[in-house]
């Protein structure tokens, strides 16, 4: 069964801590997605506003950044249990997810909607835990899903048919009840959904995803 997992963007801590707050209880973890001002032309909360969050909760650290690298210790210390960065602004893939691993997280690798899954460092696709597939322009929230993701997901699910490799796929970006069935399809394992899920009453918002991906 495919995973829902809510996704906050926001540059107000109070409203990031809500949101984290309404989904303890109905899903494994959120994903809290930082935005520097230098990936895209935004900016959100830093990860510092988790550091005193006391609920049991399991954060996913999305970081669309210059230089993710760099940002990994104030995720761990924000509760990251698994950090994910964009490859588009990153020296070195390998780097990354050996430093993120390194402190007993997990580690992923992040491609916008118009960069290719080739830009991947093949080398380390055995080392990964996720692969994130933006499937909207990284940055900013509430877009249109993008049906040329479609052959991404199919070739990463190839790639791990073939290579015999267990890293998990994430879709990201304008998921939605009408979608979310023909993403399970395709080997999709969790799908990241943003303020749609906040917009009415979380569980019943959730409980229709799940029952639309059953198809």
Known sequence: MIKIIPAILTNNPPEALDMAKKSVGL???VQIDIIDGQFAKNKTIDPSVFEEFEENMRFDYHLMTKDPINWIERCIRGGGDRIIG??????????????????GVEAGLAIDLG???SKIDPVILSSLDVVLVMSVPAGFGGQEFDESVFKKIEELDKIRTKEGITFKIIVDGGVSEENIASLQ?????????G?????????????????????
């Open 27 to 29: 899903v494994e973890r």
């Open 86 to 103: 964009q490859v588009e602004m990153m020296q070195s893939q390998a780097d990354f997810v050996q430093r993120a691993q390194g402190f």
């Open 115 to 117: 960069t290719p899954v």
């Open 185 to 193: 399809k395709l080997g999709v394992n969790e799908v990241a959904v």
């Open 195 to 215: 303020r749609r899920l906040f917009e009415g009453d979380t569980k019943v918002v959730l409980e229709a995803f799940q029952e639309k991906a059953q198809g």
